[in-house]
């Protein structure tokens, strides 16, 4: 049995015009870097630079996924409000 020991993330990044992108991803250093070189997702492309702002850990690809699918359905409100809920918390 082989294990897959391969971390998925959730993330919203903040496009250069204060739009928020939502994704999924296994490495989000790398995910940013390929929105900011145009390799992203087509929204992207032509609102860079992005900057990942928030992210949540799954050990799946579908648990991340389900996630991505939950906040893309989120008004832009809502997601500002994960987001400064999120770094509040951490400080």
Request: include cysteine; hydrophobic fraction near 30%.
């Amino acid at each position: 049995m082989i294990l897959n020991f391969s971390m998925f993330y959730t993330y919203i990044a903040r496009c250069n015009d204060n739009s928020l992108y939502t994704g999924y991803c296994q490495n989000l250093e790398s995910r940013e870097k390929k929105h900011n070189l145009g390799e992203g997702a087509k929204y992207t492309r032509s609102r860079r630079p992005v900057k990942i702002i928030y992210s949540e850990k799954f050990d799946t690809k579908s648990e991340a996924m389900k996630r991505e699918w939950q906040i893309k359905k989120y008004s832009k409100k809502m997601k500002e409000n994960l987001v400064s809920w999120a770094c509040s918390s951490v400080g």
